[in-house]
Structure formats: structure tokens, C-alpha cells
Nanobody
């Protein structure tokens, strides 16, 4: 059974960097053809795709967030991470990590609430 678990601080101050880790069990993040994604949902809004790291290590990030977002991975720990710099209250959301198989999301983490506030 594939499981994903997000972890990180629930409160971040404006202008700081939001850092989240997704720990994966039951599957390797280096297995072809999977992509390992970050998605968020602001309060009262729909899901927003942030980006992903592919099985190969290549990363793809939403153009709207690319200037302040990094996605990386630690293959030894079977984890991938999200860093979002210079956060504002508009970055407040529930953040999810998920696996993409071909064209569909097949496994999701439970999500973690991140609030940006001073």
C-alpha cells in the first residue's frame, strides 16, 4: 500500500520560507513512470497544482509560482520536499503531496494546514 505523509510547520511568518516534506512508503520515488506532486487548496478555493518531481529527478513547477518555488528529493530517505519562498497570507492553504500515475492522481497524503501570519 502506497502512503504519503506531509510534514512541516503549520505556521509561517510573512516573507519567510515555507518548507514541507512528503515521506513516501510502499513505493520508490525513483520508479518509472511516476511523478510526485505538490498541490494546495486555499480556504474557500479549488485545488491548485504547484509542481512535481519526476521519477528521473526532473522537476516541473507552475509558472505562477516558479520564481519562488523549489521542489527537490532525497532518494535515500524516499522523500520529496517543497520550498516556497517569500510567503504571504495568500499562501495560506492545505498542502497535499500526491503521486501521479500516467495522467491521474492515484495516491494522496492527508494534507497539512499551513497558515501564513505574523
Amino acid at each position: 500500500q502506497v502512503q504519503l505523509q506531509e510534514s512541516g510547520p503549520g505556521l509561517v511568518k510573512p516573507s519567510q520560507t515555507l518548507s514541507l516534506i512528503c515521506t513516501v512508503s510502499g513505493a520508490s520515488i525513483t520508479t518509472n513512470p511516476y511523478q510526485w506532486s505538490w498541490v494546495r487548496q486555499p480556504p474557500g478555493k479549488g485545488l491548485e497544482w504547484i509542481g512535481y518531481v519526476q521519477f528521473s529527478g526532473d522537476t516541473y513547477i507552475s509558472p505562477s509560482l516558479k520564481s519562488r518555488t523549489s521542489i527537490s528529493r532525497d532518494t535515500a530517505k524516499n522523500e520529496f520536499t517543497l520550498q516556497l519562498r517569500s510567503v504571504t497570507p495568500e499562501d495560506t492553504a492545505v498542502y497535499y503531496c500526491a503521486r501521479v500515475s500516467r495522467t491521474s492522481y492515484d495516491y494522496w497524503g492527508r494534507g497539512t494546514q499551513v497558515t501564513v501570519s505574523s
